[in-house]
């Protein structure tokens, strides 16, 4: 193992080919991205260099506007509502002793089927006449709340967000469980002798120490929300009148439903710049709270 570590070679022989791939499959097309979008290009003609006026168009189109307020909306929900979720189902599993591994392998269930049979799956839960949730509250008296949930403007971005946080949460709890498991029995049986107890335990003790896991949970919702796409193609592909547009399946629709892959591409810079904004700025909030609880 010494030898391995003194050897540099050994380490280019497990980087390089990783680096290969990264370059390959994300600098390239992110430096060929930003080339078009500094055109006006059909996807069959030769580019037309405009210089910046993709997005300058950015800065004047309402749909693109509406398009980045709904990913807004992806992103809080993710954050406030989806994470904390996540934290609360978490400890509670946790403290389950039987049939542990049945219900580690429910919540993580979704997360493993495909996108595609996934909106197939709530289109027809979400189904005006015949889907499972307006018959439900029909039954239980509330037929005045049934409306067409993925063609009302004021229900079909939140009828988005929950089918996407229920694929995904089960994924995000098996990774908290895992964290929590990981902490120390010594760690929580003096805290117990100490008082702190039930609900308690999990704030004083728990949850500061998987901080770590959580924060990787939020940094990944947060990403997750921002290239959020085949779950809206599937489901309302960015309707009714926008209500459920998101950046990305705007971008899809420029490219290849109006042929207009510069300010396509233009839109996926502008993507791939906000979402490394948002990263830093979370991990700077997230520093800088650390350091406060220290």
């Known amino acids: 193992m010494n030898n391995i570590q003194r050897n540099h070679w050994a380490y280019a022989v497990f980087v390089v080919p990783a680096m290969l791939i990264y370059v390959t499959f994300y600098l390239v097309p992110l430096f060929q991205s930003l080339q078009y979008s500094l055109t006006q290009w059909n996807g069959i003609n030769d580019p037309v260099f405009v210089g910046l006026d993709?997005?300058?168009k950015v800065l004047t189109d309402d749909s693109f506007w509406i398009s980045f307020n709904n990913n807004m909306y992806f992103v809080l929900f993710s954050v406030f509502i989806q994470v904390p979720f996540i934290i609360l189902i978490s400890i509670i599993?946790?403290?389950v002793r039987r049939f542990l591994d049945f219900y580690k392998l429910t919540v993580f269930m979704p997360s493993i089927l495909s996108t595609a049979s996934i909106g197939v799956i709530w289109?027809?839960?979400?189904a005006p006449e015949a889907g499972l949730l307006n018959q439900l509250l029909r039954t239980i008296g509330l037929e005045h709340w049934t409306r067409i949930w993925l063609g009302d403007e004021a229900t079909a971005m939140l009828a988005v967000l929950l089918t996407n946080s229920w694929q995904w949460t089960g994924f995000y709890i098996v990774l908290v469980l895992a964290a929590i498991f990981a902490i120390p029995k010594e760690m929580l049986e003096a805290g117990e002798m100490d008082g702190a107890t039930g609900w308690k335990k999990a704030w004083l003790l728990t949850i500061p120490l998987i901080r770590p896991v959580i924060v990787v949970t939020l940094l990944l919702s947060i990403t997750g929300a921002m290239k959020a796409l085949d779950i809206i193609l599937i489901m309302t592909k960015g309707?009714?009148?926008?209500s459920s547009e998101v950046m990305a399946s705007y971008m899809y629709k420029q490219a290849y439903t109006l042929s207009d892959f510069g300010y396509a591409n233009a839109i996926a810079v502008i993507i791939s710049l906000f979402t490394a904004l948002l990263a830093l700025v979370f991990h700077y909030i997230n520093v800088k709270t650390r350091e406060a609880t220290e």
């Open 123 to 126: 289109q027809f839960i979400y």
């Open 239 to 242: 309707g009714p009148f926008g």
């Open 93 to 95: 599993v946790s403290s």
């Open 54 to 56: 993709n997005f300058a």
